[in-house]
C-alpha cells in the first residue's frame, strides 16, 4: 500500500510555506472556480470536442499519467493536439513548442494553452489546483532526480495548471529548462501563498489574455 512517508523525508530540507488556513481557503477557491469554469466555458468545450472528433484522429481528449500529491499517480486531461502516433515506439519524448508531431490546425490550442482546459476538471477532483508546480511523468521525474534529488519535495503540494515557471521558463523541453523549473517551484514551495498563488494566476490570465505564448 502507497505511504506518502515514503515519499517525501521525514526532515524535509524544503517546508511548504503555506499555512494551513491557506491551504484550505486555496482548496475551496480550486473547486468553486474549477466549477464555474466548466460551467461557463461548457459551450467552448463542446465545440473544441466536435471540431477534434471530425478530424478522425483518435479521442478528443488527452489522457496521460502523471505524478501528483504524495507522489500519487494520476492522469491529466487534455484537448488532443498531437497526433496519435507521438510516441509510436513506447519512449516517452519532450514536448516542444512547434513540436512537429502537432497537428497542424491545432497549433493555436497548444500556443495559447488552451488544450490545458478540460485540467479544470483535475482541479475539481483535486488531482491539481489552479497553482503549482506542473505534474511531470514518473520517467521524466527519474531523470529529473538523477541530476537533483529534491524533486521530491514537490511532493507535499498539489500540482497546478499554471506556476511561475510556467510564466517565466516557457517550455521545458530540455534538462536543463527541467532543473532551472525545479529550483523555481522548490522556491514558490517555501514561499507560497495565498497572495502569490492569485498574482500567479492573475499574471497568467493577463499574458494569455494579450495572447502572448508563455
Known sequence: MYNAREVVPAEKKYVDGMTWGGR??????????SSVGLLVLSPFFLYILVKLRRKGEGPAIFRQERIGLHGKPFNILKFRTMRPDAEADGVPLLAERWDERLSPDCLFLREHHLDELPQLWNVLVGDMSFVGPRPERQYFI?????????????????????????IYNGYTDTME??????????????????WLDAKILFTTIRLIGYGKKI
Not at 24 to 33: E, G, P
Not at 145 to 153: A, F, L, P, V
Not at 177 to 194: H, T
Open 142 to 166: 527519474d531523470k529529473i532526480m538523477q541530476e537533483n534529488s529534491d524533486y521530491q519535495y514537490l511532493y507535499q503540494v498539489r500540482p497546478g495548471i499554471t506556476s511561475l515557471a510556467t
Open 24 to 33: 484550505l481557503l486555496k482548496r475551496l477557491f480550486d473547486i468553486v472556480a
Open 177 to 194: 529548462k527541467m532543473l532551472i523549473r525545479l529550483q523555481m517551484d522548490l522556491e514558490y514551495l517555501q514561499k507560497r501563498s495565498v
